[in-house]
T-cell receptor, first 115, second 117 residues
Framework: DTAVSQTPKYLVTQMGNDKSIKCEQN?????MYWYKQDSKKFLKIMFS???????INETVPNRFSPKSPDKAHLNLHINSLELGDSAVYFC??????????????FGPGTRLTVL | AQSVAQPEDQVNVAEGNPLTVKCTYS??????LFWYVQYPNRGLQFLLK??????LVKGSYGFEAEFNKSQTSFHLKKPSALVSDSALYFC???????????????FGKGTKLSVIP
């Protein structure tokens, strides 16, 4: 059973388009995250949700809008895609948001390529 | 502020030899340290973490890590490397003094491990 799953795995699109990436976790966790991994493999957190509420919103362009319909799902919608949005986007989840000792579990990633 | 450094972009080791992937950290309070591995075209997989207690932490796939407070290090080790260990390894840290609303993991830039047959 896949603990954290993302769809699609690959996404190729044109500049200016709007696209969404979906994430689901079946671990019963309360907290979910979106990370961006750039071409140099650097990982940076974008958003964190706890029980459908936004907890962390790093300095991400407002073209990026996360949505959490329930605590098992966290989707990422991106408007007006730009070349610089090309990256691998990882979803992750953890049991709690306010625990220093909690482990985050990652999905397989979505490779977004903007042409 | 919390930060983590992985001083080596790449580590090459012969199969069967011991391997070490280095990580140093900086925190204001107590560190909570994690190692993840990323195989090509895959997500990050949790290997092990240090919270408190024994400085030697054992994790998945035969990996272990040693916490050294005086050297602010948390190096990942394995006694005998396998070709299948070739991957990208990330160290991450949380600071006990992060403050409310800021329990984020800060990741190092990653170290590429290549195990040569």
């Amino acid at each position: 059973d896949t603990a954290v799953s993302q769809t699609p795995k690959y996404l190729v699109t044109q500049m200016g388009n709007d696209k969404s990436i979906k994430c689901e976790q079946n671990l019963g966790h309360d907290t979910m995250y979106w990370y961006k991994q750039d071409s140099k493999k650097f990982l940076k957190i974008m958003f964190s949700y706890n029980n459908k509420e936004l907890i962390i919103n790093e300095t991400v362009p407002n073209r990026f809008s996360p949505k959490s319909p329930d605590k098992a799902h966290l989707n990422l919608h991106i408007n007006s895609l730009e070349l610089g949005d090309s990256a691998v986007y990882f979803c992750a989840s953890s049991q709690e948001w306010d625990s220093n000792t909690d482990t985050q579990y990652f999905g397989p990633g979505t490779r977004l390529t903007v042409l | 502020a919390q930060s983590v450094a992985q001083p080596e972009d790449q580590v090459n080791v012969a199969e069967g030899n011991p391997l070490t992937v280095k990580c140093t950290y900086s925190v204001s309070g107590n560190p909570y340290l994690f190692w993840y591995v990323q195989y090509p075209n895959r997500g990050l997989q949790f290997l092990l973490k240090y919270i408190t207690g024994d400085n030697l932490v054992k994790g998945s796939y035969g990996f272990e890590a040693e916490f050294n407070k005086s050297q602010t290090s948390f190096h990942l080790k394995k006694p005998s490397a396998l070709v299948s260990d070739s991957a990208l390894y990330f160290c991450a840290v949380r600071d006990s003094y992060s403050g409310a609303g800021s329990y984020q993991l800060t990741f190092g830039k990653g170290t590429k491990l290549s195990v040569i047959p």
